[in-house]
């Protein structure tokens, strides 16, 4: 049994950073790949970032691709995402997810077993 808990949401201007963090239960962290997905009002949850359970890929939504950034620190069993150059495109939840090993597809929101609660990322012009 995993639990996620994502933290580091806010209000924040267009062109600004914020920095998510995604901290996991379990001491078998480090066999999880781990994703962040984001759910806007009244629209699907679509894929944002993955990492590998060895931190040795990444995967990227085109929409993210050269702004967010994601990362692992297994010794803190936390996943971090960094976003810079906000847009407004970006408001949304954004969740927290993971699967042992590898999912069926890094960017398949049904390839992953555990989630987090969301945070919410508001980005104003």
């Known amino acids: 049994q995993v639990q996620l808990v994502e933290s580091g949401g806010g209000l924040v201007q267009a062109g600004g950073s914020l920095q998510l963090s995604c901290a996991a239960s379990g001491r078998t962290f480090s066999s999880y790949a781990m994703a962040w997905f984001r759910q806007p009002p009244g629209k699907e949850r679509e894929f944002v970032a993955a990492?590998?359970?060895?931190?040795?890929?990444?995967y990227y939504a085109d929409s993210v691709k050269g702004r967010f950034t994601i990362s692992r620190d297994n010794a803190k069993n936390t996943v971090f995402l960094r976003m810079i150059s906000l847009k407004p495109e970006d408001t949304a939840v954004y969740y927290c997810?993971?699967?042992?090993?590898?999912?069926?597809?890094?960017?398949?929101?049904?390839?992953?077993?555990?989630w987090g609660q969301g945070t919410q990322v508001t980005v104003y012009s």
């Open positions: 997810a993971a699967v042992y090993k590898s999912p069926n597809g890094y960017s398949d929101v049904l390839g992953y077993d555990y």
């Open positions: 990492i590998s359970w060895w931190g040795g890929s990444t």
